[in-house]
């Protein structure tokens, strides 16, 4: 079907039941369903038509949601931005997707007018919010009259969204997502999480990110249940929230758990309604699971997900526990350990994660050799290192490409990191490889302390690390600092923490 109807037996069953809130702004599924169709009569007659790429570059806001339904239902590709892209960024996602449309906001719009210096190809603007309806849309070439065909053309593995990646290591990818890999990410996530008319899911990420489209807006809009929103995070605002919808779901990332933890307000937040938190975006450590638990009374569930999949596609289960797991694969995904060679590995060895599943993404636009090489044969690569335990649980070490080579002996920068954060002293820590001579490379750690907590001496962080870590993990070197480079993704950025540790060897301090 098409991915925009995802929401229909809810609006026949419960029209006048919350959809979606963004903080006091909310709306019905009659409310949604009466704007998607007012933005498709709008873009229709701009000249939007099946295929077309759209680049949405809007704040978090309820629009959004009507927005991505309207360009689904259209048979448009969706092409979102978060707002604090610079306009380099969304010059160089327009001109790669060859977009012929933008939609932006009057706050957002300077930018856009920047980045048109730099694109070619852009039919109209489309302002949602000015006042005037002639100043709502800036026109740059005629579009004549161009109707919609979805319907008499429809194909579930037709293009719906395309979501550029961060690109920490490179020019960003635009995963491509189809009808089919979208609604196949929906009844996963519905049938993993047991869905219902219900829940509440609160994600404190914008809707432009794989993350909020998938893992809360299109499960809850299918279930009939209220997904909840922030326009701009802030701990204060998140437990507002918690207060005010007394969500059944929530998540949070790693670096927004630790803003929670030092606000007073949280232990004083009832929790209660959660039934399961989730955190995942980059590695979750087990101290900050166990100071979240005495915090808050809530375990976390630690996933692991990838816009490619769809998505969440390992969560923990739900009758058992283990701190520092990632959990199994969630009903109908597939996942093993491969070693260099592409053989299957035992269990307890680590090697690279590869994936199976229905959610999977059709590839990265106008990228075929990216493609080929991270979908083989069905399986996806994921570049990450894990290990599978002898109950099948998997563990998270580390990227692939970040591997600290020693000896001619693999390092993953996640298993160092786990031990330096058990450390009473330390807030979180990361892990780079310096070059040392015939050794290859050696271990540096980057501290970030805990407030108020005076800086362990070097001596002891190493006799700690020793005692978990064999001798070629331990860090050669320690370097303090008030915080870590991370991506758009809020996941460590290891290209710039590399780059960071290769400064610290020839001294330069830029």
């Known amino acids: 079907m098409n991915i925009s109807l995802v929401y229909r037996k809810s609006l026949e069953t419960a029209p006048d039941r919350t959809a979606v809130a963004f903080e006091e702004n909310k709306w019905t599924f009659r ?64 001109n790669h997707c060859l977009a012929s449309a933008i939609i932006t906001s009057r706050n957002l719009k300077p930018v856009i007018e920047q980045a048109l210096n730099e694109i070619s190809g852009i039919e109209f603007v489309y302002v949602i919010d000015e006042k005037s309806e002639d100043a709502s849309c800036v026109r740059f070439k005629p579009c004549g009259s161009k109707g919609c065909d979805a319907a008499g053309s429809f194909d579930m593995r037709d293009p719906a969204v395309i ?104 232990a004083k937040t009832d929790f209660k309604t959660i039934r399961y938190f989730f955190s995942g975006a980059d590695f979750v450590p087990a101290n900050l699971e166990k100071l979240f638990y005495e915090r808050t009374g809530i375990e976390l569930k630690v996933g692991f997900g990838m816009t490619e999949c769809g998505g969440c596609i390992i969560s923990p289960p739900f009758e058992k526990h283990k701190p520092g797991s990632l959990g199994k694969p969630v009903c109908g995904v597939e996942a093993k350990i491969i070693g260099d060679d592409g053989s299957e590995l035992a269990d307890g060895e680590t090697g690279e994660l590869v994936i199976k599943t229905k959610a999977l993404m059709r590839g990265y636009w106008n990228d075929e050799q990216n493609t080929a090489a991270m979908i083989r044969n069905g399986w996806i690569y994921t570049g990450d290192l894990a290990r599978r335990d002898d109950d099948g649980y998997f563990f998270f070490t580390g990227r692939k490409k970040f591997l600290i080579i020693r000896k001619g002996m693999n390092i993953s920068p996640g298993e160092v990191e786990e031990v330096l954060n058990l450390h009473p002293a330390v807030r979180f820590s990361g892990v780079a490889g310096l070059p040392d001579g015939n050794y290859g490379e050696k271990v540096h750690a980057f501290i970030v302390l805990k407030e108020k907590a005076a800086a362990p001496d070097v001596c002891e962080l190493t006799e700690f690390a020793s005692k978990k870590l064999a001798a070629h993990k331990v860090p050669a070197g320690y370097t303090f600092v008030e915080s870590l480079p991370i991506t758009e993704g809020d996941k460590v950025d290891r290209k710039k923490l590399r780059e960071i540790a290769k400064d610290l060897l020839t001294g330069d301090k830029k």
């Open 163 to 266: 979501m550029y990646t961060s690109g920490s290591t490179g020019r960003p990818k635009g995963v491509t997502h189809t009808h089919y890999s979208l609604y196949n990410s929906t009844l996963i996530r519905c049938e993993t999480l047991k869905h219902t008319s219900g829940d509440t899911y609160f994600l404190p990420v914008p809707i432009a990110r794989g993350a909020g489209l998938t893992n809360a807006l299109l499960p809850m809009l299918l279930a009939g249940g209220t997904s909840v929103f922030l326009k701009k995070y802030s701990d204060e605002k998140f437990l507002s929230v918690i207060n005010e919808y007394k969500p059944t779901h929530a998540a949070a990332m790693p670096s927004q758990l630790w803003e929670l933890l030092e606000n007073p307000m949280t």
């Open 31 to 94: 409310e949604l369903d009466a704007d998607v169709g007012t933005r498709v009569d709008k873009l229709e007659k701009m000249g939007v038509k099946k295929g077309d790429r759209v680049l949405i570059f809007l704040e978090n806001r309820l629009e959004m949601v009507s927005i991505y339904m309207a360009l689904f239902r259209i048979g448009a590709i969706a092409v979102p931005v978060v707002e604090f892209c610079k306009a380099a960024d969304v010059a160089y996602n327009c």
